[in-house]
């Protein structure tokens, strides 16, 4: 069955750079969409950013634009997520999902997703 992992979530200071990746197993991935959500205590989970299957194509939410990076590998089998300039309101559990997407900010559209890892911002 298809199993996707992240890693790399860690308590971090305020201004800090983290890089998160996540790695999808378990089928062939070539036409499939990939992207981040998180979920901070409290709150729903919320888009981060999502890539195409091409690795052309990006989208970010507004709260991160300018600070977050997605990428793929030239497999097209996994992601990563490079953050700089963390902020406190950053901490959130943070999931990696796949999917042959028609909204990549939709959590709905996605078909699988990582158990998440968490990344704490501190002051």
């Known amino acids: 069955q298809v199993q996707m992992v992240e890693s790399g979530g860690r308590l971090v200071q305020a201004g800090a750079s983290l890089t998160l990746s996540c790695r999808a197993s378990?089928?062939?991935?070539?036409?499939?969409?990939m992207g981040w959500f998180r979920q901070a205590p409290g709150k729903e989970r919320e888009f981060v950013a999502a890539?195409?299957?091409?690795?052309?194509?990006?989208n970010y939410a507004d709260a991160v634009k300018g600070r977050f990076t997605i990428a793929k590998d030239s497999a097209k089998n996994s992601v990563i997520l490079q953050m700089i300039s963390l902020k406190p309101e950053d901490t959130a559990v943070y999931y990696c999902?796949?999917?042959?997407?028609?909204?990549?900010?939709?959590?709905?559209?996605?078909?699988?997703w990582g158990q998440g890892t968490q990344v704490t911002v501190s002051s």
């Open positions: 999902a796949m999917g042959e997407v028609g909204r990549p900010a939709a959590a709905d559209d996605y078909d699988y």
């Open positions: 378990g089928r062939t991935f070539s036409n499939y969409d």
């Open positions: 890539i195409s299957w091409s690795g052309v194509s990006t």
